[in-house]
């Protein structure tokens, strides 16, 4: 809910009175949407009158962009706020005023929660209303314990700022766009239907408007994203609903962008044009983010997904089909409430089956308001931790054999950044890996081939063996 004073009630800004200028600093936890969020939130506080801070001591403004999809990350963010009270009572005695706004999705799910259990906060925003922050900054200048986190019905997207050029040059070559949000599926155990709220997708033109500006910002990889980022249905000019794979090609087709990518996407809304699309489009990489979360029809069935494993290896079968060289990953939740040895089992049968590249796993976490978190037969957290460990050395085994079987291949790297070393830099592979390459600066913004000559934990090394283009 917005606040009761309206926006007409608030004063104009004061002058600072702090004759130093005003820094703010921005802090993302959590997923691509967040920092996403978190870089529109940069430019609205640079036309505010913002410059960057350094670091939490000489920021006037502290936003952290929040998460709540597990309750470790909800937790760290409390703590984080009794840290920065400290610090906001320890600036006080020095004359500086420092604005506390807790923003993203724990702000939406507990709102004036948030307040009571930090009253040093002093405006909480949702994800939905985060175009209204210049506004809630003033109210704040007036009174403390501002909160905004209305579902509003107006296009957040259209009144949002464009990034100006510098700030988006300034963020490299790769970039994220948000091109879909909020999600229907209600699966049992996930927060983002109540924090993110319904799904909506953004119109084609806005979308594509958008990457054209990034794109001349000297941005060569856009990823789309959204947390059901498959479901995407926009609008276009002649007001015809487009799928995601229609979005890629027009987004391909921007000039000056090089690579798409998409993420995260819901194994049922794999339609024939997306999976097609991995064929036809060029410039989109061979890497899919595809969750199943579990091997077991029966925990599938309670988790409320909608599909069996079947469905999954059949869609499996048809990407690689579509794209013989696709790396794959995927999330994977373990002691589900109810799971069952035999379900846990039947996970790990999933993985040795599928193959992944990467993956991220977690252990479920009980989220308020969600069914499952209401459900009987909660697993022990000693259970949890040795599911957890067995299924992530089974999937780093997985990774670290597909990192040794690109050794001896060659494939496109576009480079990001300066590497560690005096001439070296560093890309990404077509597969998402980090790869270092002797070679000038002047690669950044362009990709080249690359033969790859070793594996690191993290990352792989080659040799540039093509001109960049
Ligand atoms: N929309 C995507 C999908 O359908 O798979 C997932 C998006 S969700 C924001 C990211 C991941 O967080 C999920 O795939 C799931 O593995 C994990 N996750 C969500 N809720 C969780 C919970 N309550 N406990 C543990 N992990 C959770
Ligand atoms: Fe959450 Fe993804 Fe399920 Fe939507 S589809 S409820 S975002 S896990």
Known sequence: MFDSTTLEDVRPAAANPQTQPRRALIKSFGCQMNVYDSQRMADLTALDGYGEAAGVDDADLVILNTCHIRERASEKIYSELGKLRELKEERLKAGRRTTLVVAGCLAQAEGGEILRRQAAVDVVVGPQSYHHLPELLRKAEVRSGVIDTEFPVEDKFAHLPPS??????????????????????????????????????????????????????????????????????????????????????????????????YATSHPNDMDEQLIAAHRNIGALAPYLHLPIQSGSDRV??????????????????????????????????????????????????????????????????????????????????????????????????????FNAGCIGRRFEVLFEKPGRHEGQVVGRSPYMQAVHAEGPLSLIGALAEVEIAGIGPNSLWGRIVSPAS
Do not use: W
Request: hydrophobic share 40%.
């Open 164 to 261: 100006p050029l510098e700030a988006t040059a300034r963020r490299g070559v790769a970039a994220f766009v948000t091109v879909q949000e909020g999600c229907d599926k209600f699966c049992s155990f996930c927060i983002v239907p109540y924090t993110r709220g319904a799904e909506a997708s953004r119109p084609v033109g806005a979308v594509i408007d958008e990457i054209g500006r990034l794109a001349r910002a000297g941005v060569r990889e856009v990823t789309l994203i959204g947390q059901n980022v498959n479901a995407y249905h926009g609008l276009d000019r002649d007001r015809q609903a487009t799928r995601l794979a229609g979005l890629i090609a027009a987004a391909a087709a921007v000039n000056g962008i090089r690579r798409v990518r």
């Open 300 to 401: 599938l069935a309670s988790m409320n997904r909608r599909h069996r494993v079947r469905d999954y290896h059949d869609i499996v079968a048809q990407i690689r089909a579509a794209r013989s060289d696709i790396a794959l990953s995927s999330d994977f939740i373990v002691g589900y409430p109810g799971e069952t040895e035999a379900d846990f089992g039947a996970t790990l049968e999933l993985v040795r089956a599928v193959g992944y590249a990467s993956s991220f796993s977690f252990k479920f976490s009980a989220r308020p308001g969600t069914s499952a978190a209401e459900m009987g037969e909660q697993i022990d957290d000693t259970v949890k931790v040795r599911r957890l460990a067995t299924l992530q050395a089974l999937l780093e085994d997985q990774r670290q054999a």
